[in-house]
């Protein structure tokens, strides 16, 4: 039978072991930094993905793809991500690739999607966790989406965009802190959108899907 001396330092010896396993585990669990992007759309599958109808889900999930890649093109070294910051440069480099239908799709699950960033994103099994930081209402998207369309309206006219058009192109799509849609629509609408023939089958599909909703698809 151990004295209490040996058994105090056995005791001790076990809790070094075991803290220096589970510091092992957690190591093994990481994952790369090109792993993150996957790693995050995969959780979205399974917590929010199978909620939604396909179109839906696959317009979040190509949203939330374009965004991580824009936050992990910032580098492992910027540990936090900024949301507002970050949606704003993902929804300007989208663009006229998508119709205006994408930002209504989009907008009617943002908040949703949010909630899955804070949730998740600061768990993600990195050696250095990352912070989410500067969250948006959903009137402040309201407003980037209205900003975002205002200026891919301007773009397609092929002139210059002036801060003064976008302005008063944005206050005309925001109003009331809303979207509205309908004026949205009646200036996209005669322009068309033209599918690119580099599109694969199933982004062809998706977008005609996104191309065959109307203005009070998007009136809740």
Do not use: C
């Given at each position: 039978?151990?004295?209490?001396?040996?058994?105090?330092?056995?005791?001790?010896l076990?809790?070094?072991?075991?803290?220096?396993?589970?510091?092992?585990q957690?190591?093994?669990?990481?994952?790369?930094?090109?792993?993150?992007?996957?790693?995050?759309?995969?959780?979205?599958?399974?917590?929010?993905?199978?909620?939604?109808?396909?179109?839906?889900?696959?317009?979040?999930?190509?949203?939330?793809?374009?965004?991580?890649?824009?936050?992990?093109?910032?580098g492992q070294?910027?540990?936090?991500?900024?949301?507002?910051a970050?949606?704003a440069?993902?929804?300007?480099?989208?663009?006229?690739?998508?119709?205006?239908?994408?930002?209504?799709?989009?907008?009617?699950?943002?908040?949703?999607w949010?909630?899955?960033?804070?949730?998740?994103?600061p768990?993600?099994?990195?050696?250095?966790?990352?912070?989410?930081v500067k969250?948006?209402?959903?009137?402040?998207?309201?407003?980037?989406?209205a900003?975002?369309?205002?200026?891919n309206?301007?773009?397609?006219?092929?002139?210059?965009?002036?801060?003064?058009?976008?302005?008063?192109?944005?206050?005309s799509?925001?109003?009331?802190?809303?979207?509205?849609?309908?004026?949205?629509?009646?200036?996209?609408?005669?322009?068309?959108?033209?599918?690119?023939?580099?599109?694969d089958?199933?982004?062809?599909?998706?977008?005609?899907?996104?191309?065959?909703l109307?203005v009070?698809?998007?009136?809740?």
């Amino acid at each position: 039978m151990s004295r209490p001396g040996n058994y105090g330092k056995s005791s001790r010896l076990k809790q070094l072991r075991q803290l220096k396993r589970r510091k092992q585990q957690q190591a093994s669990r990481t994952i790369d930094w090109d792993q993150v992007e996957d790693f995050l759309l995969g959780r979205y599958h399974l917590v929010q993905g199978s909620k939604f109808p396909p179109l839906v889900d696959a317009t979040v999930q190509r949203f939330f793809s374009e965004w991580l890649q824009t936050a992990l093109a910032q580098g492992q070294q910027r540990v936090q991500w900024d949301v507002a910051a970050i949606t704003a440069t993902t929804l300007k480099r989208i663009g006229n690739q998508v119709p205006w239908q994408f930002y209504g799709v989009l907008l009617g699950q943002i908040m949703n999607w949010q909630r899955l960033l804070l949730r998740e994103g600061p768990v993600v099994p990195l050696s250095v966790p990352r912070q989410i930081v500067k969250p948006l209402t959903a009137t402040a998207y309201a407003g980037l989406v209205a900003d975002q369309l205002a200026v891919n309206l301007l773009t397609t006219m092929a002139t210059p965009v002036t801060p003064t058009q976008r302005e008063q192109l944005t206050a005309s799509f925001f109003v009331g802190g809303q979207v509205q849609w309908s004026a949205v629509g009646s200036l996209f609408s005669p322009l068309g959108f033209k599918i690119s023939a580099s599109a694969d089958d199933a982004t062809h599909q998706w977008l005609n899907e996104l191309l065959g909703l109307k203005v009070g698809d998007f009136h809740h």
